[in-house]
């Protein structure tokens, strides 16, 4: 079994500034991906970034980026120079490899930009 | 390119009722599956198809009917309705065959309430 566990429900951060979500998770599997979703108000659930697990560099999309500590199965990410469109649930997720097998999503965390 | 389509977008049904909330997918994905999402909990896998003619259980399954007789359609089923399931529903695929990134894409979510 596998779980993933976001543990603050909510974030606020002002415009402009960087902000931190945190993930950790379990699994006993080696191969697998790391996720992390948006959902705007709009409900439309959207990759932010993904990490391969075996993979030591961490992943960069534009402002986003993420934290990936395997042994310590930590997972989190970074918005820098957050936008009020940054406003949304943000969901952390993992898959084992293998097109068959199931993502598991934390509870997510609600994130406030304040202008 | 479609990618997943869902119907209804809304729902309103009395408890007992029956009905279908339909999925299509356009990519020639694989694999299927059905989540509902309720506040603090997250995305819960109801079921999950990992091609046509076969079916599996999630998280929580109980009150729902799944098939999956083509690899584009995999309705969900609600056999007689309860508050309980009064949530969104989104339905997700991934991986074309031999293909494996580990995203999961989703249609735009079904809003379901039980009277």
């Known amino acids: 079994a596998q779980t993933v566990t976001q543990s603050q429900p909510e974030m606020s951060v002002q415009e402009a500034e960087t902000v931190t979500l945190s993930c950790t998770y379990d699994?006993?599997?080696?191969?697998?991906?790391l996720f992390w979703y948006k959902q705007p108000p709009s409900r439309q659930m959207i990759l932010v970034i993904r990490?391969?697990?075996?993979?030591?560099q961490n992943a960069t999309e534009n402002r986003f980026s993420v934290n990936f500590q395997k042994a310590a199965k930590s997972f989190s990410l970074k918005i820098s120079d957050s936008q009020l469109g940054d406003t949304a649930m943000y969901f952390c997720?993992?898959?084992?490899?293998?097109?068959?097998?199931?993502?598991?999503f934390g509870k997510g965390i609600t994130l406030s930009v304040r202008p | 390119n479609a990618g997943v389509t869902q119907t209804p977008k809304f729902q309103v049904l009395k408890t007992g009722q029956s009905m279908t909330l339909q999925c299509a997918q356009d990519?020639?994905?694989?694999?299927m599956s059905w989540y509902r999402q309720d506040p603090g909990m997250g995305l819960r896998l109801i079921h999950y198809?990992?091609?046509?003619?076969?079916?599996d259980q999630g998280e929580v399954p109980n009150g729902y009917n799944v098939s999956r007789s083509t690899t584009e359609d995999f309705p969900l089923r609600l056999l007689s309705a309860a508050p309980s399931q009064t949530s969104v529903y989104f339905c997700?695929?991934?991986?074309?065959?031999?293909?494996?990134?580990?995203?999961?894409?989703f249609g735009e979510g079904s809003r379901l309430t039980v009277l």
């Open positions: 990519m020639n994905h694989e694999y």
């Open positions: 198809s990992v091609g046509a003619g076969i079916t």
């Open positions: 699994t006993s599997e080696n191969n697998y991906y």
């Open positions: 997720a993992l898959k084992p490899h293998g097109a068959n097998s199931k993502l598991t």
């Open positions: 990490q391969e697990a075996y993979k030591q």
């Open positions: 997700a695929s991934s991986s074309p065959p031999g293909f494996d990134t580990g995203e999961l894409f």
